[in-house]
């Protein structure tokens, strides 16, 4: 829109908002944002007289970001359908609460909450922050805050596709109470 505006002093050119790391354009992008093309001497003048970029070749989608996409988005439904029909706030007999961390859960949801890919998976689930280097539970853990519980179910299948822990397993979801 600054470029179109005819304001005189629009500054550097800045494509990085619909650039991908491949540089090409970010899927979905073209359908919020107005671009246009301009031939490689009229580019070329323009980042000369006001600095910026980087070059893009072609307003078309990378296929790369475009494919990784459907992957995330496929992976997202299914790790949430999962969890909607296993997650449960009570446990059955002879069940114990898992207890994860609540910055990891939170990095969960916003994926799976997330429809493009700024938001990438967690990672390996991170328990180790719980103890100190003799392997004790550090002081002041707050339930919600530090960490919270999950059914085994769904403890079981974040472990699965994410991997590392350790798992912390309490009949009651306080960490401290063995």
């Not at 207890?99 to 990095?107: A, E, M, V």
């Not at 890919?117 to 805050?145: C, Y």
Request: with cysteine; charged share 25%.
């Amino acid at each position: 829109n600054k470029w179109n505006s005819g304001i005189d002093d629009v500054g550097p050119i800045d494509n990085h908002l619909f650039c991908c790391e491949h540089n090409k354009i970010k899927p979905n992008t073209t359908d919020d944002l107005k671009l246009c093309s301009l031939d490689i001497k009229a580019f070329s003048l323009l980042q000369e007289k006001y600095g910026g970029g980087p070059i893009l070749y072609s307003l078309e989608p990378c296929d790369i970001c475009h494919d990784l996409l459907i992957e995330y988005n496929k992976k997202r439904q299914i790790e949430k359908s999962f969890v909607r029909s296993n997650d449960r706030m009570y446990l059955y007999p002879n069940e114990s609460w898992r207890l994860i961390s609540s910055y990891w859960l939170g990095n969960w949801i916003k994926f799976v909450k997330s429809v493009d890919l700024s938001v990438p998976p967690p990672g390996e689930i991170n328990n180790h922050i719980f103890f100190d280097e003799d392997n004790n539970l550090l002081p002041s853990l707050q339930r919600i805050e530090h960490y919270k519980g999950l059914v085994p179910v769904v403890w079981d299948f974040f472990y699965e596709i994410y991997g590392g822990g350790p798992v912390i397993k309490r009949r009651d979801i306080d960490i401290y109470n063995n």
